[in-house]
């Protein structure tokens, strides 16, 4: 007689697993937040501590409104940007979704990066999540998703490159930064190949990664279909292309106008030398949108560029606070709308 399994019995060590995975991947997201918060305070305690608690507290609290809402008015450029992406590449596919009903889910992009850090992982479930209940078909959302990480990994590479450089031409560039700029740009590159190689293969090469992982298991379902025309149109790509680097170059200025707010003279390069690289060390730490690590390498780059310290804390915090932290509130009610829609 035949020892029958009971049914479902199967199922329960994958249920099992995929369980034990949710609750590790929360405890890291747990983890890694309470380091970044951990490194932020520790950067503010050393900063006032050797620094001049007066002088900060001044600068901080004499942000000029005026700087600061052309700064907010940026931001809300930048989100433009990021579904105007999405709008070309359905555009391409024959759909005619509006770059402002779009808007909304780029703000959710952005809370979901920030409260999940999974290499924007999360953003990129809400997003598809968000184009299927605006009745964009499974492969026409993927493709959409593809071409805005491939031509932001595109962007963020160039403008790297371009601050590196700037860098050594203002003859600060040490062997530590080369190190760094060879790290970035290899992992830039393997990503961004490793994406090509998925959609030249419909996926087939990491189909046994997918086993309990729906997200990753709808990607793959989707994946032959991808529209690679539109993945290899240049006028898609390249739009996509400027708009990413669009966002970088507001996240510039917008962090020029914070500090132009506490009466900080700064050169446009040395902001965008600041800015860029602070975001290249924030990519290589595993937190949540390099929270510590980003505000760290922001202020030391502006005092090795000129800035007095207590200046660039409070210029690197007010900005951290329009790129970061506001966005948090909307994001919420946005994102618990999807959820509710979807």
């Known amino acids: 007689m035949i020892d029958r399994p009971e049914p479902g019995a199967a199922e329960k060590p994958d249920r099992q697993f995929t369980s034990l995975r949710e609750r590790r991947g929360v405890f890291g997201i747990v983890v890694s937040w309470m380091i970044?918060?951990?490194?932020?305070?520790?950067?503010?305690?050393?900063?006032?501590?050797?620094?001049?608690?007066?002088?900060?507290?001044?600068?901080?609290?004499?942000?000029?409104?005026?700087?600061?809402?052309?700064?907010?008015?940026?931001?809300?450029?930048?989100?433009?940007?990021?579904a105007a992406i999405w709008a070309s590449v359905l555009a391409k596919a024959g759909l005619r979704e509006k770059t402002?009903?779009?808007?909304?889910?780029?703000?959710?992009?952005?809370?979901?990066?920030?409260?999940?850090?999974?290499g924007g992982l999360s953003g990129s479930i809400m997003v598809m999540h968000?184009?299927?209940?605006?009745?964009?078909?499974?492969?026409?959302?993927?493709?959409?998703?593809?071409?805005?990480?491939?031509?932001?990994?595109?962007?963020?590479?160039?403008?790297?490159?371009?601050?590196?450089?700037?860098?050594?031409?203002?003859?600060?560039?040490s062997r530590a930064w080369l190190s760094m700029a060879i790290l970035f740009a290899l992992i830039i590159i393997t990503v961004s190949g490793s994406l090509l190689l998925l959609i030249r293969s419909h996926g087939r090469?990491?189909?046994?990664?997918?086993?309990?992982w729906s997200f990753a298991e709808q990607l793959y379902d989707v994946m032959p279909s991808i529209r690679r025309d539109i993945v290899k149109d240049w006028r898609v790509l390249s739009k996509s292309f400027?708009?990413?680097?669009?966002?970088?170059?507001?996240?510039?200025?917008?962090?020029?106008?914070?500090?132009?707010?506490?009466?900080?003279?700064?050169?446009?390069?040395?902001?965008?030398?600041?800015?860029?690289?602070?975001?290249?060390?924030?990519?290589?730490?595993?937190?949540?949108l390099g929270l510590g690590s980003f505000e760290g390498a922001c202020v030391a780059l502006l005092h090795l560029l000129g800035v007095q310290v207590e200046t660039a804390l409070a210029a690197t915090l007010i900005f951290r606070g329009l790129t970061f932290w506001l966005p948090m509130a909307p994001g919420i009610w946005l994102a618990r709308r999807e959820a509710r829609a979807t």
Not at 136 to 163: M, W
Not at 205 to 212: A, L, P, V
């Open 130 to 173: 968000g184009l299927l209940h605006r009745s964009v078909p499974g492969p026409i959302a993927a493709t959409a998703l593809l071409v805005a990480t491939l031509s932001y990994y595109g962007a963020h590479l160039l403008i790297a490159i371009s601050a590196f450089i700037l860098l050594w031409w203002y003859g600060d560039f």
């Open 36 to 82: 970044g918060i951990l490194l932020l305070v520790v950067l503010v305690t050393l900063v006032l501590d050797r620094g001049d608690i007066t002088l900060f507290a001044a600068a901080f609290m004499s942000a000029d409104p005026l700087w600061l809402a052309a700064a907010f008015l940026l931001q809300s450029t930048t989100y433009a940007c990021a």
């Open 100 to 118: 402002f009903d779009l808007l909304g889910l780029a703000i959710v992009e952005l809370f979901a990066n920030q409260a999940l850090p999974t």
């Open 242 to 288: 400027i708009l990413q680097s669009t966002i970088f170059m507001l996240d510039v200025v917008t962090l020029w106008l914070t500090l132009r707010s506490i009466g900080v003279a700064i050169s446009p390069v040395a902001a965008f030398i600041s800015f860029v690289l602070a975001s290249v060390i924030a990519t290589l730490a595993p937190l949540p």
């Open 205 to 212: 090469i990491f189909s046994k990664f997918t086993n309990g």
